[in-house]
């Protein structure tokens, strides 16, 4: 969100990645789940990277990349410092990472998150695996806790912006 501040900058860019990544990483990986209103309509969507995929070719970088430019070209450094710093946070042994977990705000509270969660938890548990997950909002993190995910880290990125790093042992752990 900081990254791009203009709500509709940000919605715009956003889009074009989300559709960029879920056509050129996700579904060719079968790790995307969506969810769907009464009326058809989606209700959101969650976007899992299996243990030892989240080190892209060179395909998947531009489909991640791309879509960042132009509006995000002024922004880049930030974006990799972000980057970085998140990277070194991530546990070393291998784990489902969920990339982006978002219900529209009209279906949220409607059970859409948690059955969104639930087939990555379902895989990481059946083949005992860890999740990890980063979230922009603090609220967020009794959502996860329901879900068995435990807060680890706190970053705080620059003034008045957080990021907080969850972890979900593996079943049985």
Known sequence: MWLLPDDRVRARVERRQYRSLVRHVFVP????????RPDGEAAGG???YPPGTKKHNFRESL??????LP????????????????VSSWPKEPHWYLSVLSVSPESQR?????ALLQPG?????????GCWLETQRESNIPFYAR?????VKELD???GVRLWLMWRPPAGA
Do not use: V, Y
């Open 71 to 86: 509006e995000g070209i002024p922004h880049l450094g930030k974006a990799s410092k972000l980057q970085r710093l998140i």
């Open 157 to 159: 990125i620059e003034q």
């Open 147 to 151: 879900f068995g995910f435990e807060l």
């Open 110 to 114: 409607q059970g859409h998150g948690g």
């Open 121 to 129: 938890l379902d895989a990481a548990d059946r083949d005992g695996f």
């Open 29 to 36: 990986r079968k790790s995307g789940w969506l969810t769907r």
């Open 46 to 48: 969650a976007l899992w």
């Open 63 to 68: 489909a991640e990349s791309l879509p960042f």
